[in-house]
């Protein structure tokens, strides 16, 4: 697995990575979770990466709570969101 330090110094986009942290926050929209990721790679303003799932696809999602321990599987894509590089 990469840590989120090494997400951001590598750039892997649109390459399937993994990762394992915490979460920070999770939240619903519709049919979609946006879950912050935390690892304590990195202490600075960037410390989280965003992982957005579908319901659909994860249907285990709605068990997830802050603080959860969890493995990520996905890909690394650029996020349309100004505040943030990847999701």
């Not at 960037?46 to 969890?70: F, I, M, N, Y």
């Amino acid at each position: 697995p990469l840590t989120i330090r090494e997400v951001y110094e590598e750039k892997p986009l649109n390459q399937s990575i993994e990762l394992i942290g915490y979460l920070l926050n999770v939240r619903k929209l519709k049919t979609h979770y946006f879950l912050n990721l935390f690892d304590g790679s990195l202490t600075n303003n960037r410390k989280h990466l965003q992982v957005v799932a579908s319901l659909k696809d994860h249907p285990e999602l709605p068990r997830l709570t802050q603080g959860c321990s969890v493995n990520i599987r996905g890909k690394l894509v650029q996020s349309t969101h100004p505040e943030q590089e990847y999701e």
